[in-house]
Nanobody, 115 residues
Framework: QVQLVESGGGLVQAGGSLRLSCTAS????????VGWYRQAPGKQRELVAT???????NSADSVEGRFTISRDNVKNTLYLQMSSLKPEDTAVYYC?????????WGQGTQVTVSS
């Protein structure tokens, strides 16, 4: 019954902004640490940002100062605000929620940044 659904991806020009959303159901969302990952074509999946014990951290140096992770536990939603987008940000973005060794993943949403 656990489901994480990402939305908000799309095509954007370099320098633009997008806000990704991840809506969770079937779990006590507030109990889970959460994060965003991305996977670019031909590359390994990369941790982008996390909220662990309520503390937000950008885990990739390349997004520091441009991306902001946040959550709304009332709406059971995780967000990634992406600004000053670069072509190298192009990837499939995934949300994840983890608790005591169990991790749930969303299906991913495509972000494409054109130059």
């Amino acid at each position: 019954q656990v489901q994480l659904v990402e939305s908000g991806g799309g095509l954007v020009q370099a320098g633009g902004s997008l806000r990704l959303s991840c809506t969770a159901s079937g779990l006590t969302f507030s109990s889970y640490d959460v994060g965003w990952y991305r996977q670019a074509p031909g590359k390994q999946r990369e941790l982008v940002a996390t909220i662990t014990n309520g503390v937000s951290t950008n885990s990739a140096d390349s997004v520091e100062g441009r991306f902001t992770i946040s959550r709304d536990n009332v709406k059971n939603t995780l967000y990634l605000q992406m600004s000053s987008l670069k072509p190298e940000d192009t990837a499939v973005y995934y949300c994840a929620a983890t608790l005591r060794g169990t991790t749930y993943w969303g299906q991913g949403t495509q972000v494409t940044v054109s130059s």
